[in-house]
C-alpha cells in the first residue's frame, strides 16, 4: 500500500502563485520505482491530468493548457512530488490531486491507470 498526502492548496487570486506538495509514504515503499502525476477535477467535470512526471524526474508531461504555466518535479530523497502553479487562472480552480502507479506509461493521461491517490486539496482561483 501507498498513501499519498497533498497540501498546499487555498484561495488566491487570478495571476498569483500556488506551490502543491505530495508526501508518499508506504511499507517498504520505494518512490523511485512509481510514476506520479496531478490530477485535477472541478464540479461537473471528469477528472484531468495536469501533469505526470517520470520515475528518476528526468522528463515530465503536461496538458497543453497547462504548459508553460505549471511545472511539476519530485525529490525521491524526500519521497515528495511538487506541483508549481504559476499564473493561475479562474479556470484552475478544482480540486487537485496526487496519484502514483509503479506500472502506468509516464505519458498515461487516463486516471483509471493509477492505483494510488491522495485526498485531494482544494484550489480556488478568484478573478
Known amino acids: 500500500q501507498v498513501q499519498l498526502v497533498e497540501s498546499g492548496g487555498g484561495l488566491v487570486q487570478a495571476g498569483d502563485s500556488l506551490r502543491l506538495t505530495c508526501v508518499l509514504s508506504?511499507?517498504?515503499?520505494?518512490?523511485?520505482?512509481?510514476?506520479t502525476g496531478w490530477f485535477r477535477q472541478a464540479p461537473g467535470k471528469e477528472r484531468e491530468l495536469v501533469a505526470a512526471?517520470?520515475?528518476?524526474?528526468?522528463?515530465?508531461y503536461y496538458a497543453d493548457s497547462m504548459k508553460g504555466r505549471f511545472t511539476i518535479s519530485r525529490d525521491n530523497a524526500k519521497n515528495t512530488v511538487y506541483l508549481q502553479m504559476n499564473s493561475l487562472k479562474p479556470e484552475d480552480t478544482a480540486v487537485y490531486y496526487c496519484?502514483?502507479?509503479?506500472?502506468?506509461?509516464?505519458?498515461?493521461?487516463?486516471?483509471?491507470?493509477?492505483?494510488?491517490w491522495g485526498q485531494g486539496t482544494q484550489v480556488t482561483v478568484s478573478s
Open positions: 496519484a502514483a502507479d509503479k506500472n502506468v506509461r509516464s505519458t498515461s493521461r487516463n486516471p483509471a491507470e493509477f492505483d494510488y
Open positions: 512526471i517520470t520515475r528518476s524526474g528526468s522528463d515530465a
Open positions: 508506504g511499507r517498504t515503499f520505494s518512490i523511485s520505482t512509481y510514476v
